[in-house]
């Protein structure tokens, strides 16, 4: 695999699972510690931000308040009590670039790889900056070949590295937490659905078929931060709808469920029913099994980081 940095990782063919994890949104600072082979006993945090503490872009400084978000570091720590000091970190959707790409033939050669990449993602992002990095993941081994690739820029990265570094940890991978969620999937009996990651600032989508992803959407509310209500129902429906007609007509293929997990701090049951209410499809919420203590509410919250885990 080519690196976006050392730190950013594959998640699909993952590599060794770290027993501490963050996950940082514009809104808090989540941690889970889960020492041991079995992980069902650990210690979690949940910390809210300030507002304006984080402000997730791909192209501009992230972390506004350093002290805000260094202090709730700090505070995780000081809850979960870790015995060691390399994490894994989730960061907000919008520090990246990520499709996925679909190539009739894709070279064996790493530097032939990176090439067509850089090639089909400049066709993405005309004004593609020549700093970034780019980490990518074969999905599957059909024809065509699937890819999911990434892309951000190392100042922005650099952020949150130096952010835990300052904490006393360093960062050894860096990841989404969309591709978290993945992982919670029962692929065997689930292999046409949407995941749908709604948080106050965008709603992430992944369209799973035939049990492997297939298609990756991050669409921002234009309308503002924080829609509410209605405005947030409308928003993500949109998308969601929007989505389900893409696929029908270019992957000429059915999603039997929709799977939303909401990061926004409130119960996310009247949000599935506001769902259920205007799509055609079965609404399902996340929420990996009972594990670590947790609640159902703090389950469902902390599911990116119980799907790293899985």
Known sequence: MSGLLDSLKDYFARGPVLSLSFMVTGRSLSCLYAPGRERRAGSQALLALKPGAVAPS????????????????????????????????????????????????????????RELLLWRLKKQMPS????????????????????????????????????????GLKVRSVGLPTLGLFNLLDRDREKDVL???????AVSLLAVLEGEPALYRFKPYLAGPGPNGPSLENSVIKEVAGTLTYLEDREKKTVKTLWLRGGLGADVSALAEAFQKKLSLPVRTLEPPASFGLTSRERHFLAPLLGYWA
């Open 58 to 113: 791909f192209e501009r400084a992230n972390i506004k308040d350093t002290a805000e978000l260094g202090e709730k570091i700090r505070e995780a720590l000081r809850r979960t009590q870790p015995a060691v000091r390399e994490a894994a970190l989730l960061v907000p959707e919008s520090c990246l670039k990520s499709f996925i790409l679909t190539f009739d033939e894709f070279p064996a050669s790493a530097e032939e790889r």
């Open 128 to 167: 593609l900056p020549e700093d970034v990095r780019l980490s990518f993941d074969l999905l599957g081994n059909g024809s065509p070949q699937r890819v999911f690739i990434s892309v951000a820029r190392p100042a922005v990265i650099g952020e949150y590295e130096n952010m835990f570094a300052a904490g």
């Open 195 to 201: 995941l749908a990651n709604v948080e106050e600032d």
